[in-house]
């Protein structure tokens, strides 16, 4: 079975925009890859946080990927930190990656240019998540589109290192791209991200999330319900085409074309469709919240059964650069 790796940030709970950009996918690909899940606790350092809010943050973030479906006896799902070989790996991949691919990354730039001072590691992150990656040998990593250009480094920085000290020992690292197209916020303005507050909750209630959709941003020129609309430019068809199944999505873009429904009736159905998909999300979220210790022990194997192909990983690597 080819072996996939991601990772993703301990933001707390997770936004159907997280959802439907990556969770879903690794959900689906558990069973026809050997998965490893990872909350990335380091990563996540490299920008300001509070420590206590981000031990919160990293439990209810595996909360929500359990109760998002990821099943921890399938797949291995675990907290980067529980297994500190990650880091060790990036210190000896930052010995062979050369400054200026660091500093040419997008994302790099982006963060750099928000901050006075800017910490190393930030400049390092790509660097960490090589390590991730090469760490487990992983063919396929699957991400959103925002994570190309680390991905390519990932391949580089796998490239030199066979190069200088082992032809063919880590594979290059292919990217997966989840087949959602990035999801826009509420507001209809940007991506959905928490920092915006356009954001649905994976876990929100239905009142709470109908609060949410029935002002939301549709089809900017459709002004009036007899106008007609276009739903290929409309941010409630977009969550359609996500949660809807194909015949609702079919006949929702017809009565919008044809200004046959309101946009209120076209959210109704879509809070409809979102419904069937997430209370049985919610129901496991409530049953994961009341049992702890569940979570807690998922991750304890989750570490255990990473750390193991870890350890190998960097004995191996360590005796082909001569660190005893
Ligand atoms: N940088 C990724 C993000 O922000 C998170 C991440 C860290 C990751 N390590 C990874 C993703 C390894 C894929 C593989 O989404």
């Known amino acids: 079975m080819p072996r996939i790796f991601s990772g993703i940030q301990p933001s707390g709970e997770l936004h159907i925009g997280n959802y439907l950009g990556a969770v879903r996918n690794w959900v689906g690909l558990q069973h026809e890859f050997e998965s490893f899940i990872c909350i990335v606790n380091y990563h996540a350092i490299t920008q300001p946080f509070e420590p206590v809010d981000l031990m919160r943050r990293t439990h209810e973030m595996a909360v929500s990927l359990l109760a998002a479906g990821i099943d921890p006896g399938v797949a291995t799902l675990f907290v980067q930190s529980h297994v500190p070989e990650h880091t060790e790996l990036a210190w000896l991949l930052n010995t062979i990656t050369p400054l200026g691919e660091l500093e040419r990354q997008t994302q790099f730039k982006d963060k750099a ?96 999330i109908w609060e949410k959709l029935r002002p939301a941003m549709t089809d900017p020129a459709r002004v009036r319900k007899t106008d007609p609309g276009n739903p290929d430019v409309c941010n409630i068809y977009q969550l359609h085409k996500a949660f809807s199944p194909e015949a609702t999505q079919v006949h929702v873009a017809a009565q919008c074309r044809s200004a046959g429904w309101g946009c209120i009736e076209c959210k109704r159905v879509l809070a409809d469709s979102m419904e069937v998909e997430l209370v049985p999300i919610r129901a496991r979220a409530v049953e994961l919240a009341a049992h702890p210790q569940r979570v807690t022990d998922a991750l304890g194997d989750g570490a255990s059964r990473a750390r193991s192909v870890a350890r190998t990983t960097i004995d191996e690597v360590r005796e082909r650069m001569g660190i005893a």
């Open 113 to 208: 240019s928000r901050q006075e001072s800017v910490p190393a590691g930030l400049l390092n992150y790509p660097v960490l998540q090589a390590a991730d990656i090469l760490l487990y040998h992983a063919d396929i990593v699957p991400v959103g589109e925002d994570q190309i250009q680390h991905l390519e480094l990932s391949r580089e920085i796998a490239r030199r290192w066979n190069a200088r000290f082992a032809e063919g020992y880590f594979p290059e690292p292919q990217p997966k791209l989840t087949p959602t197209r990035r999801i826009m916020g509420l507001d209809g303005n940007a991506k959905m991200s928490k920092s915006l507050g356009n954001t649905v909750a994976l876990l929100e209630p239905t009142a709470a």
